[in-house]
DNA sequence: ATCGAATCTTTACAGTGTAAACTTGACACC
DNA sequence: GGTGTCAAGTTTACACTGTAAAGATTCGAT
C-alpha cells in the first residue's frame, strides 16, 4: 500500500508530491468523492494529520492534485496542437482534440480539475495554465474590440460539453465531434490576424 | 429555526417537502458544501435520522433537491421562452434567457443542479423535464440525419459556460451573451422545418 | 555543540452518514 | 372498543471525517 517512506518517521524527503501521487491514485481508483485526507496519508504511509499540515485544509489538498492535473492536462494539449497543422485554426482544433483525449485518458483528474473551477479564483489563471494556453489559441480569432473571454468561453464550454457526453457514453456511434468544432471554428469566423 | 411542525412527535405530514425546503434554505444561506442530512433534519424540527429513513441517503436527498431545482428553473425556461417571439428562433433564445436567469436568481440552486448532473441516469431525461424542453426547442434545427444530441450540446454548453462566467463576475461590461446566442444559431444554420 | 525551526506524530474533539432497534400514532378489521 | 399491522420518527450506536493543539524528532545554520 505505501508508496515511499524512506527518512524514518519524521522528515520524509518529499512528502508533498508522494501526498499529490496517493490523492490521484485514490481517484482513479474510487473517485472524487472517496478522496479524504486520511485516507491520502494512509496510503503515503504517514499519520493522518500531516497533510493538514501541507496543505491546510481539504481543499488545499485538492487545489495541489489539481495543479499537477492541470499541468498534465495542458501536456496533453499541447502535444495534439504540436501534432495538427501549423495554423491558427489548426491549432485549436488540436487543443480541442487534446482536451477530448484528456477527458477519455484520465476520467478522474478530468472530473477533479471541472468540479473545482467552479470556485476557482481569478489569480490561478495565469499563463502557465490551461488557461494561457487556451487564451493564446484563441486570441487570432478574437474581433477587434471584443473581450477575449467570449470567444474563449464558446470554444471551452463546447468541447467541455462534449467530453461530458463522451464520458456518458452518449456519444456511442455518432461522428466524432470534429465536424462541431470545425463548424464553430468557421462560425467564429474569421482568419487570424 | 423550525419550519413546520403540527403533528405531535411522530407523523409530522409531509415531511419530505419539508427536508426539501429546509435544504434549498441552507444551499441559498451556506452553500452546497454545507448541505448535509443533520442540518436538515434540524432545520426541519425533526430528529437526524429522518431524513435518511425518507430519502435513503444524502445522495438522495440530494436528488430530491435537485428534482424541486429542476422543477423551477423549467418554469422559468418556459416563461421566458413564451415573453419571446412565437417563432423557433425565439424560443430557442428564450429558453437561453431563462437558463441565464435562473443562474442569476438562484446561484445555489443551479450549482445544486449542474455538480449532480454529472452523476445523472440517463432515465431521469425524460420530457418532463428541462432536457425535454430543450430537445423540443432545439428540434426544429437539428439537420436530417444528425443526432439531436449534437444540436442540444451546443446550445446547452454554450449557455452554460456563459452562465459560469456571469456568476464569477467576469461578464461585468461586455454586453450581454444575447450576441453570442444569436451567432450560434445563424451557425447552427438552417430555418425549422 | 547548540538552538531554532521545520516536519511529522499523538491526542483529542466535534460533526458527519448510516445502520439497527425501539416507540409512537394511524387505520382497517372483527 | 379492542386488536393487529404498518409506516413514520426517534434513540442509540458506531465508524469515519476534518481539524486543532501539543509533543517528538530531525535538519540546518550559527
Not at 79 to 106: N, P, V
Amino acid at each position: 500500500m505505501e508508496l515511499t517512506k524512506d527518512k524514518s518517521r519524521h522528515h520524509h524527503g518529499n512528502l508533498h508530491a508522494a501526498l499529490v501521487e496517493a490523492g490521484i491514485e485514490i481517484l482513479r481508483s474510487s473517485g472524487l468523492d472517496a478522496l479524504s485526507l486520511r485516507k491520502c496519508a494512509a496510503l503515503a504511509g504517514v499519520s493522518h494529520a500531516a497533510p493538514a499540515h501541507h496543505f491546510g485544509n481539504l481543499e488545499g489538498l485538492k487545489w495541489a492534485i489539481a495543479e499537477e492535473a492541470f499541468a498534465r492536462f495542458s501536456e496533453f494539449m499541447r502535444t495534439h496542437a504540436a501534432a495538427s497543422d501549423d495554423t491558427a485554426h489548426g491549432r485549436l482544433l488540436g487543443i480541442c482534440r487534446g482536451y477530448l483525449a484528456f477527458a477519455r485518458a484520465e476520467p478522474a483528474l478530468y472530473e477533479m480539475i471541472f468540479c473545482l473551477q467552479r470556485k476557482e479564483p481569478e489569480s490561478k489563471r495565469d499563463a502557465s495554465t490551461s488557461y494561457g494556453i487556451l487564451r493564446d489559441t484563441c486570441a487570432p480569432f478574437v474581433p477587434p474590440g471584443t473581450d477575449p473571454v467570449i470567444i474563449e468561453t464558446q470554444v471551452w464550454s463546447l468541447v467541455h460539453g462534449f467530453a461530458l457526453l463522451e464520458l456518458h457514453g452518449r456519444l456511442g456511434d455518432t461522428p466524432p465531434p470534429d465536424d462541431a468544432i470545425l463548424a464553430l471554428l468557421r462560425h467564429i469566423g474569421q482568419e487570424p490576424a
